[in-house]
Nanobody
Framework: QVQLVESGGGLVQVGGSLRLSCVAS????????MGWYRQAPGKQRELVAV???????NYADAVQGRFTVSRENAKKTVALQMNSLKAEDTGVYYC??????????????????WGQGTQVTVSS
């Protein structure tokens, strides 16, 4: 029911920058967690940066100081500014959102939705 659409991926040289955006749509009652994960070829999907319902932010150690995640609750969007990109940042980046959707009157349904992913390739 909740759809996430990512944009902003592409090709960039080592040391360059990219900005990813994600927009959530659907009958959303509450967004708790929203952020970004990535998956490199042959590796498990891993957390990149997430914003939590309490306002806290978690960054992967590998991106700390280089990436910045920002969230606009009213627009149901989350962005990831990626600076000083490295070759190891290459992968498919996925938007994730967790919260509740409206169902019948007096009832909400939890959701955990993922976008289709956007490719980020960092080359030298």
């Amino acid at each position: 029911q909740v759809q996430l659409v990512e944009s902003g991926g592409g090709l960039v040289q080592v040391g360059g920058s990219l900005r990813l955006s994600c927009v959530a749509s659907g009958n959303i009652a509450r967004l708790n967690r929203m952020g970004w994960y990535r998956q490199a070829p042959g590796k498990q999907r891993e957390l990149v940066a997430v914003t939590n319902g309490d306002g806290s932010i978690n960054y992967a150690d590998a991106v700390q100081g280089r990436f910045t995640v920002s969230r606009e609750n009213a627009k149901k969007t989350v962005a990831l500014q990626m600076n000083s990109l490295k070759a190891e940042d290459t992968g498919v980046y996925y938007c994730n959102a967790v919260g509740f959707t409206f169902e019948n009157v007096g009832y909400q349904k939890p959701f955990d939705s993922w976008g289709q992913g956007t490719q980020v390739t960092v080359s030298s």
